[in-house]
């Protein structure tokens, strides 16, 4: 059992410890805003939510926006406004057929629970769009 200046100390470490994100480990005070930049996403905001909203619950597919949308697991995305634009059909274009695909990573040589979260989050996609799915 660790102190509460032990559990400080550790804290202060791992601040002072170079942020380090990639697909073998995470560790130090993490940046969010580089990440951001680093891999080339989008913070997700108010009215992109609110136009996922449109094209999920508003679609009546699913009753609600997936739990790590709501509670703000996910902070930022790549294409997802491209996505939409295809259910939407923007630009006065007709909407364009799509379907999802999704696998495992390169982090482990066998599956484990971190391989859960973009498989749960791929299904209710599944189903909100109503568009098929992928698993490689």
């Known amino acids: 059992m660790f102190t509460i ?24 005070k993490i940046d969010y805003s580089k990440l951001v930049e680093k891999f080339g996403s989008t913070l997700i905001d108010e009215a992109l939510m609110s136009r996922i909203e449109a094209a999920t619950v508003g679609k009546g597919n699913v009753d609600r926006l997936h739990r790590f949308l709501r509670r703000g697991m996910f902070f930022s995305h790549r294409d997802m406004n491209t996505v939409l634009d295809c259910l939407e059909g923007s630009n006065k274009k007709k909407v364009a057929p799509m ?3 999704t696998g495992r990573g390169p982090s482990s040589s066998a599956m484990h629970l971190g391989h859960l979260i973009p498989f749960l989050f791929t299904k209710w996609l ?4 109503d568009v098929p799915l992928v698993i490689q």
Request: proline share 0%.
């Open 5 to 28: 200046q032990q559990q400080q100390q550790q804290q202060q470490r791992d601040e002072d410890e170079e942020m380090v994100v990639n697909a073998w480990e995470v560790k130090g």
């Open 126 to 129: 599944q189903d909100a769009f």
């Open 99 to 101: 379907y999802l695909y």
